[in-house]
Structure formats: structure tokens, C-alpha cells
Nanobody, 123 residues
């Protein structure tokens, strides 16, 4: 069982930046494909970005392309989400996920989830 813990959320003004971190508790040589999803109030959880276990490939949802960057420290099994030029519509709870099977943009493909980190962008 892998436990994921997000950190780095908070309140920021539009145009500002935040960096989210997600650490996996399992101390193992195994490296997971990992991703970030988000859920805004009253909306379904949606895919934000993903990164392969090697870190060589990354994928982004259209609304965040060019503003968000996903990266990882494979030695620590930690993934990051650097969020720049934040917009009010980026306000959501951001979830870290690991170990997908199936279409990675679908949240039901992911086996392990963190508890989420609140990101609030004010105008």
C-alpha cells in the first residue's frame, strides 16, 4: 500500500505562483507513474498533469499547458507541480495520484491517492 501526502497549497493572488509536492511513503526501489488531478467546488475531478516513472515523459491538460510544470525527484519518489501565472479558475483541491492502469487522464485508472491540497487563487 502506497500512501501519498501533498503539501504546498495555499492562497495566492491571480498571476502568482505555487509549488505543490507529493511524497510517496513506500520506501522501495519501485518508481511509479504519477499525476496531479484537481477538483473545483461543484465539479468533477479532472486531470491536470502526469509524469512517467523515468521522468522522461510528461503530459498536460490543455488549460494548464505553458503555465504548470510537473517534475519528479525519482530518488525520493516525490513529484512536484510548479504552477505559474495562476488564474482564479485554477482554484481547486489538488490531488496526487500514483500507479495507473488504463487511460491515465481518467481518475479511475489510478490506484493510490493523496488526501488533497487546497489551492485558492484570488482576483
Amino acid at each position: 500500500q502506497v500512501q501519498l501526502a501533498e503539501s504546498g497549497g495555499g492562497l495566492v493572488q491571480a498571476g502568482g505562483s505555487l509549488r505543490l509536492s507529493c511524497s510517496a511513503s513506500e520506501r522501495t526501489n519501485r518508481r511509479y507513474d504519477m499525476a496531479w488531478f484537481r477538483q473545483a467546488p461543484g465539479k468533477e475531478r479532472e486531470f491536470v498533469a502526469a509524469i512517467t516513472s523515468s521522468g522522461r515523459s510528461t503530459f498536460y491538460a490543455e488549460p494548464v499547458k505553458g503555465r504548470f510544470t510537473i517534475s519528479r525527484d525519482s530518488a525520493e519518489n516525490t513529484v512536484y507541480l510548479q504552477m505559474n501565472n495562476l488564474k482564479v479558475e485554477d482554484t481547486a483541491v489538488y490531488f496526487c495520484a500514483a500507479d495507473p492502469e488504463g487511460t491515465f487522464t481518467n481518475d479511475d485508472a489510478w490506484a493510490f491517492w493523496g488526501q488533497g491540497a487546497q489551492v485558492t487563487v484570488s482576483s
